[in-house]
Antibody
Framework: EVQLVESGGDLVKPGGCLRL?????????????MNWVRQAPGKGLEWVSS????????YHADSVKGRFTISRDNAKSSLYLQMNSLRVDDTAIYYC?????????????WGQGTLVTVSS | QSVLTQPPSASGTPGQRVTISCSGS????????VFWYQQFPGTAPKLLIY???QRPSGVPDRFSGSKSGTSASLAISGLRSEDEADYYC???????????FGGGTKLTVL
């Protein structure tokens, strides 16, 4: 069974930093493209970042480019999101998402999410 | 404002057929696969439709997806009270190099 467990969410002040982690199990992590997707309170879904299994292909949404960095440790089956220069509008639940579990680009497995609150 | 445009709300009565639209452009829906996700309050989204019109195992055939040009639709037939949820369309955008989500449609079963 695919399991994705996020951790690291917290209350942080504007301008601060945070590192999210996602522990994966139940599938071959090293060959899976992984993503972070966030959802602000009462709002819709917003894709944040993507990283291919090898780490060769990395994409970030314009809203986080230059501030957030996605990374992974295939030996530990873990995905990370380093979040710097945090802003109030980064407040959201952050989901770790597996891509391509069925047919290539589908987001077929989601974690339960971890809450990041940016507030003074 | 989302690049993929969905109506903010939709509604129907039990047994009815409802459709939710998703409008994009040539760089996303027009040339890429469309995906649909279902989300209940307080839970993570769930994949409902992939590759425009395919259902993952376990998704009832009451749910169907279609695409034409730069628009896509999710249809739910035989509407049930348990279908009341938020629905999101998604597609990769080749020009932006970004995964896009629609703004979401809240479905109410009257």
């Amino acid at each position: 069974e695919v399991q994705l467990v996020e951790s690291g969410g917290d209350l942080v002040k504007p301008g601060g930093c945070l590192r999210l982690s996602c522990a994966a199990s139940g599938f071959t992590f090293s060959t899976s493209t992984m993503n972070w997707v966030r959802q602000a309170p009462g709002k819709g879904l917003e894709w944040v970042s993507s990283m291919s299994g090898s780490g060769r292909y990395i994409y970030h949404a314009d809203s986080v480019k230059g501030r957030f960095t996605i990374s992974r440790d295939n030996a530990k089956s873990s995905l990370y999101l380093q979040m710097n220069s945090l802003r109030v509008d980064d407040t959201a639940i952050y989901y770790c998402v597996r891509e391509g579990g069925i047919a290539g680009e589908d987001f077929d497995s989601w974690g339960q999410g971890t809450l990041v609150t940016v507030s003074s | 404002q989302s690049v993929l445009t969905q109506p903010p709300s939709a509604s129907g009565t039990p047994g009815q057929r409802v459709t939710i639209s998703c409008s994009g452009s040539n760089s996303n829906i027009g040339s890429k696969y469309v995906f649909w996700y279902q989300q209940f309050p307080g839970t993570a989204p769930k994949l409902l439709i992939y590759n425009n019109d395919q259902r993952p195992s376990g998704v009832p055939d009451r749910f169907s997806g279609s695409k034409s040009g730069t628009s896509a639709s999710l249809a739910i037939s035989g509407l049930r009270s348990e279908d009341e949820a938020d629905y999101y369309c998604a597609a990769w955008d080749g020009r932006l190099n970004s995964r896009l989500f629609g703004g979401g449609t809240k479905l109410t079963v009257l």
